[in-house]
Each structure stands twice: as structure tokens, then as C-alpha cells.
């Protein structure tokens, strides 16, 4: 007797789950469609709120983390895009987008140290001189000298004299430039900070041989001579 009635809660547990696993699987379609109407319809909030939908029926749903993330992060709501992205990291550890909007929050944050943290944890899988850039600028900002300029060096042996990167001008546009200008840049803004005037112009001097309309090299420059 009590076997049987052990076999029935088994049979209805099962059941049940296969219910609930219909149940589910209809709810998340009804989400994704939401969604997908609202993204027609440039709907965000409504889009955001499906995929809010989609998470609660599917929590690892990797796609929803994603967009969710960079929902945030697009819109500036940087705290948001951090606690989605980490969570993504929790449970896809290692995923490489999860990672860069983790790090480009926290900067965004100036939460600069664990930024360091994530983009080196990307540094160490891609090898990507632009991340190890971002570090190393990062470093500068912390007042991290000996490991801005540790990592400027190893950069001024990866990176070819054609290759370039994009950096930030005073009006929010990007200036490409030589990534060998950009390095002197940043050995001479770690100079000025630490007080060698004399030693950053001559830094951001041979940036501009390398780069003559590199504008932050220009202004770091025409600033000291004015000193």
C-alpha cells in the first residue's frame, strides 16, 4: 500500500512537471513574441519588460542576459548593465561579452579598479592590444604608474607601425591614430602626473612627429609650454 501510494505522488510529480514544462515553454513564446513586436515597433520599455518575462521562465536564457545587459548599458544605466552583466558571468563564467560590458560599466562607473579586474580577465584570452591600452590608461588614471608603464611596454613591442586605434577628442568624436603616438601620449601623461614637465613634453613631442594632428597630444603640449 504505502508503495503504490509512493508510485502515485511520483506519477503526479511527473505530470505535473510536464504541465508546468508546457505551461513554460508556452509563456516564453508569448514573451518572444512580445518582444519581437515591440522591437518592431521601437517599443524598449515593452521590450525590456519581455525580456524581464523571459528570464523569470528561462534564467538562463543567455540571449535575454545579453540584450538585457546591453539595454542598460546603451541607455546609461550603467548600475543596472553591471548587476545583469555579472549575473550573465555567473552563470556563463568566462563569456567574453558578459566580461567587456562588466568592464565597460564599471569604467563608466569609474569603478576603475574592478574594470581593470574584467578587462585584464579579456586581455588574457584575446590579447588584444586595445584592451591592454585601456588598461594601462586605466592604471594611469589610479595613480598605478609602474603598471601603466610595465604595460606600455609590453604594448611598444606588439603593436606594428601601422596600426592605429581610436581615441576620444574634447567635442566626443573619435580621432584614429598611430597606437605608437597614443603610447607616447600616455608615457607623457604619466610623466606630467607625476610632476616631470620636461620629460612629458618630450613624450608628447614625438607623439606629434608620429601623429602631427594628434589633438590630446597637441593640447597636453601647448599646455605645458604655456606653464
Do not use: C, H
Not at 546591453?70 to 555579472?86: G, I, K, P, W
Not at 596600426?163 to 597614443?182: C, M, P, R, Y
Request: net charge negative.
Amino acid at each position: 500500500m504505502k508503495y503504490w501510494m509512493i508510485a502515485a505522488v511520483m506519477f503526479m510529480s511527473v505530470s505535473s512537471f510536464a504541465q508546468d514544462s508546457t505551461y513554460l515553454s508556452n509563456e516564453y513564446a508569448k514573451a518572444l513574441a512580445v518582444y519581437n513586436v515591440a522591437q518592431m515597433y521601437n517599443d524598449v520599455e515593452v521590450q525590456k519588460a519581455a525580456l524581464y518575462d523571459m528570464l523569470v521562465l528561462s534564467p538562463y536564457d543567455s540571449s535575454a542576459l545579453r540584450t538585457l545587459a546591453e539595454f542598460y548599458y546603451n541607455n546609461r544605466r550603467y548600475t543596472s548593465s553591471t548587476l545583469v552583466a555579472l549575473d550573465f558571468l555567473k552563470k556563463y563564467p568566462g563569456n567574453m561579452i558578459a566580461l567587456e560590458i562588466t568592464a565597460l560599466s564599471y569604467e563608466q562607473l569609474r569603478i576603475y579598479d574592478k574594470a581593470i579586474e574584467y578587462y585584464q580577465e579579456i586581455w588574457l584570452k584575446n590579447d588584444d592590444a586595445n584592451i591592454l591600452y585601456q588598461i594601462a590608461y586605466l592604471q594611469y588614471s589610479l595613480k598605478r604608474y609602474n603598471e601603466a608603464n610595465n604595460n606600455i611596454k609590453i604594448l611598444e613591442t606588439k603593436v606594428g607601425a601601422d596600426k592605429t586605434i581610436g581615441l576620444s577628442k574634447n567635442d566626443g568624436s573619435t580621432q584614429e591614430v598611430k597606437f605608437a603616438a597614443a603610447l607616447k601620449n600616455l608615457q607623457g601623461l604619466v610623466a606630467m602626473d607625476q610632476g616631470k614637465n620636461e620629460e612629458a613634453k618630450a613624450f608628447f613631442s614625438e607623439a606629434l612627429a608620429i601623429a602631427p594632428e594628434f589633438e590630446a597630444a597637441k593640447i597636453a603640449l601647448d599646455g605645458l609650454n604655456k606653464g
